[in-house]
């Protein structure tokens, strides 16, 4: 653009008409895209659904030495774009590159110090694994192209340089050039670019006018190859022609014929054979098929030919078995299932032959069905997302994230996975913050997202930072406690810390409110101004870095017994009572006593009643009971007296709980004939009397 803004430019190659152009789509700012001669957006990568170029105009700010994207689904540029990509030199150049290799994104580029190549994942949008990028001498070379196997499959990258192309590994390390990979180039240049077709690989030499050819699969220059091409000066392209399938077409800066095409296998003219190679029908190098399933001739319609059949060899030209000569059927659609075209390495190359073909400007159109592997980039699942972000809580951790591509189905729900332990947290779409709970405190944490679509899930984001979620310490147990003159010693035992370490311990006593602190280790403290007579309770709180624990549960003496009630009979008394409140401590034992005397008698902690012998006849005593725990003796109930009857006394069950009360007396008669007469006679009396 004049303004110096770089971006995508739309043309229909459909139309005849004077203006062929069908949009523009802004990639960079204004004046980030400078360049004085030709152009500084360089290279035409293809992965997926997106097209890649490098923008080496020099200019350090915006999106300045940056690699930009275009989303061929949405027809907009691809969220997060542009990419750094590591060009750092301030000098713009034409003779940067980027081209698509086995998913990746590949760019050589000029830095301030030498020339580098590296690997740009668009999975990960980020450089990819391994000892990326890469230095080299080499100068204003001509565009990289991918190393392949004898099968077509990627293998690496190489430089056409004159005399010494060098290679690396598709991680980045130094491979060994194919030996006759050099002669085949010839003498390279500096601003030409290359194609990939099959096995072959096809690069253009602006210096002799010609495009060069080397074969992987035969490890040789190709026969028909070098190719000069006639009447064009400063030939600097070669690409696959989109009309004419299977051929190959030039650009040069002039000459007479400028743009020629040619058959990529003969060199000659285009004719009526059209070769589609599996590179051509998925660029992807990781969708290369699982299954074939068929190949329709969609234009020309069924009726615009004479006759149509296929031939297909392996990518090498090895003919596949039962694979030559097949007609489609009257609805133009061959199919492909009876074939073995997913055999490791296979990526075969289909050659339509048609008789007298009635061709529309736009050329011939094919449609091929098969099934792809798992990987987004296939499936139409999204990408992955980026490197979520954590902020550890108490017991849970929040995560957050940026949207992936969604790969042209819209994302409609993210999954949070936990590690160690798995714990997983699940939002919709929109949402990119997910809250994980239930997690240790004091465990280191990472975390990785899945978005998911209709299309699939993607792969994991790469792990989090790693976490560490911390909380207040745990609840301490409940405290002993051993009372003393005006204090008490109070004790516990160490709680969970919460992930963070305790640094000190609290107790308080109520009623008062009185308190002592220790620092940790301690778990021992003597709370002092206690007043003698005065039932206390105490609580311990344990804190760390990130605040106080709850307070333990409360202890102190058992609670006041209440009133008791006593049964006397001759000598003795049965006491009873219900148990009071044991205030954290269990009640380990009951005392009762009697006054005047002191006479006693002691239950254990789960007994309500105890008898107490011994007892004088005649004698009104009082009776209270006193419970006992860990901490000591609760204070005593209040009394209850009763008399102690005499023994052979009428008086068979007295109870002083009332001011007055009705006793029954029983005398029983033995009469004749051994029948039992009960004579009762009822009256009240007072305490006074008991």
Not at 378 to 405: E, L, M
Request: glycine letters at 12%; proline letters at 7%; one cysteine or more.
């Amino acid at each position: 653009m004049t303004d110096n803004t770089g971006g995508v430019l739309c043309v229909d190659i459909t139309t005849s008409a004077s203006n062929p152009y069908c949009g523009f789509t802004a990639l960079t700012g204004a004046g980030e895209a400078v360049l004085g001669f030709g152009s500084s957006v360089d290279g035409q990568a293809i992965v997926g659904q997106k097209m890649y170029a490098l923008n080496a105009s020099g200019t350090t700010t915006g999106a300045g030495n940056k690699l930009l994207c275009f989303d061929q689904v949405t027809k907009a540029a691809c969220a997060g774009q542009p990419y750094a990509i590591g060009r750092d030199s301030t000098s713009a150049s034409s003779f940067d590159w980027t081209v698509g290799i086995a998913g990746k994104v590949f760019a050589y580029y000029q830095t301030t110090s030498a020339y580098a190549v590296n690997c740009f994942d668009p999975a990960t949008k980020a450089i990819c694994a391994g000892t990326w990028p890469q230095t080299t001498a080499a100068a204003n070379t001509a565009q990289p192209f991918p190393m392949l196997d004898a099968n077509g499959d990627p293998t690496g990258i190489c430089l056409p340089v004159q005399g010494a192309a060098p290679c690396w590994s598709l991680t980045g390390g130094s491979v060994a050039t194919p030996a006759a990979l050099n002669s085949a180039l010839g003498s390279g240049g500096s601003w030409e670019n290359s194609t990939t077709f099959g096995t072959r690989i096809y690069v253009a030499n602006g210096g002799t006018n010609s495009i060069s050819c080397y074969d992987f699969a035969t490890g040789a220059g190709c026969q028909n190859f070098p190719k000069n091409i006639q009447n064009a000066n400063l030939v600097y392209t070669v690409q696959p022609d989109p009309v004419r399938i299977g051929c190959l077409w030039t650009n040069a800066d002039n000459g007479a014929s400028q743009i020629q095409n040619f058959d990529a296998y003969t060199g000659g003219s285009c004719g009526n054979t059209i070769r589609v190679s599996t590179d051509m029908i998925i660029p992807q190098g990781q969708c290369t098929p699982t299954a074939w399933k068929s190949v329709t001739v969609v234009d020309p319609a069924p009726g615009g030919y004479q006759a149509a059949k296929f031939d297909i060899t392996r990518a090498n030209g090895v003919a596949v078995p039962g694979g030559s000569s097949l007609a489609v059927n009257a609805q133009g659609t061959l199919n492909l299932s009876g074939l073995d075209l997913s055999s490791t390495g296979m990526r075969p190359l289909f050659a339509l032959s048609m008789t007298s073909p009635t061709l529309n400007p736009a050329g011939i159109k094919l449609s091929f069905a098969w099934e792809s592997p798992s990987d987004p980039v296939c499936t139409g699942a999204p990408y992955a997302p980026g490197k979520p972000t954590v902020q550890g809580g108490d017991g849970q951790a929040v995560v957050s994230w940026t949207p992936p591509s969604d790969n042209g189905s819209p994302i409609t729900k993210y999954t949070v996975t936990a590690q160690p332990g798995g714990k997983t947290c699940t939002v919709n779409a929109p949402a990119t913050t997910c809250t994980v709970t239930g997690l240790d405190n004091g465990t280191a944490y990472t975390f990785t997202v899945v978005a998911t679509n209709a299309k699939g899930t993607s792969g994991p984001s790469p792990a989090s930072s790693s976490v560490v979620p911390l909380g207040v310490p745990g609840q301490v147990g409940t405290p002993t406690v051993q009372m003393g003159d005006g204090q008490a010693v109070v004790s516990w035992t160490a709680p969970s810390d919460g992930g963070s370490p305790i640094i000190g311990y609290t107790v308080t006593a109520q009623p008062g409110g009185k308190t002592c602190t220790v620092n940790a280790p301690t778990m021992t403290c003597t709370i002092t101004g206690l007043d003698n007579g005065t039932a206390y309770t105490f609580t311990v709180s344990a804190t760390n870095a990130k605040g106080s624990s709850k307070p333990s549960a409360a202890v102190g003496l058992p609670g006041q017994v209440g009133k008791p009630t006593v049964k006397a009979t001759a000598g003795q008394a049965v006491v009873s009572w219900t148990a009071p409140s044991d205030n954290g401590s269990p009640i380990i034992g009951y005392t009762v006593t009697a006054q005047p005397g002191g006479k006693t008698c002691t239950a254990s902690g789960s007994a309500t009643s105890c008898t107490i012998t011994g007892l004088d006849s005649g004698t009104a005593y009082g009776f209270t009971v006193a419970a006992t725990n860990a901490v000591g003796d609760s204070q005593p109930s209040l009394a209850t007296v009763a008399t102690i009857p005499a023994a052979g006394s009428s008086k068979l069950a007295l109870t002083g709980t009332a001011s007055s009360m009705i006793m029954t007396i029983g005398v029983a008669l033995l009469l004749f004939g051994g029948a039992l007469l009960v004579i009762v006679r009822r009256r009240r009396v007072s305490d006074a009397e008991l």
